[in-house]
T-cell receptor, first 112, second 111 residues
Framework: SQQGEEDPQALSIQEGENATMNCSYK?????LQWYRQNSGRGLVHLILIRSNEREKHSGRLRVTLDTSKKSSSLLITASRAADTASYFC????????????FGKGTHLIIQP | DTAVSQTPKYLVTQMGNDKSIKCEQN?????MYWYKQDSKKFLKIMFSYNNKELIINETVPNRFSPKSPDKAHLNLHINSLELGDSAVYFC??????????FGEGSRLTVL
């Protein structure tokens, strides 16, 4: 069954604005990760936040995690046209070598 | 050097045929995966291999079979292709509980 659910499904903003995407999940997790997928390309890892962390930063990215609400958010500040892509959250809830469970993604369009 | 490479990038074939997609990683990772991405971009894990042992099989039809000749390779064989198999298939690798490194995808079209 699908674990992560991103919200919104699509988001269009002007270049320079901030973009916020949300992710909800259903079961307990070890960590939550965000990935970006450009059109026709593979997914690229952006950031990982562990279940005992509440916030993490990487460049223009800020991720928060609220395990009590089973939700996470990804904030991209000062957006650029090159940020146009689909963004997925993925949860690692299993043990050993279990794979990640991905949400349906948010398609972000940055208008120049 | 490409970290995770998969071939072919595009594959067009007729229903009922058998096809394979190859994947190789040069990252020294212990685990490799196959994911299927449908037309709505939903990603579903199909298999993972850790040290040549199948870890996950997410209710995938037995027409799909992963084959791993060594730790750096995980190939996907598909028998008796059906229209519903049309999708983009991604290979990925990772260390245990680490980030996934994805290949560029193989777009399979079944006619």
């Amino acid at each position: 069954s699908q674990q992560g659910e991103e919200d919104p499904q699509a988001l269009s903003i002007q270049e320079g604005e901030n973009a916020t995407m949300n992710c909800s999940y259903k079961t307990s997790i070890n960590n939550l990760q965000w990935y970006r997928q450009n059109s026709g390309r593979g997914l690229v890892h952006l950031i990982l936040i562990r279940s005992n962390e509440r916030e993490k930063h990487s460049g223009r990215l800020r991720v928060t995690l609220d395990t009590s609400k089973k939700s996470s958010s990804l904030l991209i500040t000062a957006s650029r046209a090159a940020d146009t892509a689909s963004y997925f959250c993925a949860t690692d809830g299993g043990g050993g070598a279990d794979g990640l469970t991905f949400g349906k993604g948010t398609h972000l369009i940055i208008q120049p | 050097d490409t970290a995770v490479s998969q071939t072919p990038k595009y594959l067009v074939t007729q229903m009922g045929n058998d096809k394979s997609i190859k994947c190789e990683q040069n990252l020294g990772h212990d685990t490799m995966y196959w994911y299927k991405q449908d037309s709505k971009k939903f990603l579903k894990i199909m298999f993972s291999y850790n040290n040549k042992e199948l870890i996950i099989n997410e209710t995938v039809p037995n027409r799909f079979s992963p084959k791993s000749p060594d730790k750096a390779h995980l190939n996907l064989h598909i028998n008796s292709l059906e229209l519903g198999d049309s999708a983009v298939y991604f290979c990925a690798s990772s260390q245990v509980r680490g980030e996934l490194f994805f290949g560029e995808g193989s777009r399979l079209t079944v006619l």
